[in-house]
């Protein structure tokens, strides 16, 4: 995703990270790649489903501000902005 960020496709890969890592029960990861999603294709189909996701398990992509997410993604992908 980091690679190619700019390809029609990172909107899916991001959203299929959000349903993986709810499966694995990482929910800080699933909800730092979520807001990512909403941040950068926030009226994709993609984010209205992780969307859909998170927010039944409690999560709210949403409310994560800028430096949060940030945080989040550096745990995930070393460099990660």
Known sequence: VKTYDTTSHAPEALHRLVEA???L???DQALAV???LGYNYPNSDWYK???RLLTNEGLDPE????ETRR???QRIIPGGK
């Open 21 to 23: 890592y709810l499966t």
């Open 25 to 27: 029960g990482l929910r």
């Open 34 to 36: 979520g807001s990512t």
């Open 49 to 51: 489903m992780s969307y």
């Open 63 to 66: 409310a994560l501000d800028a």
């Open 71 to 73: 945080t989040l993604l």
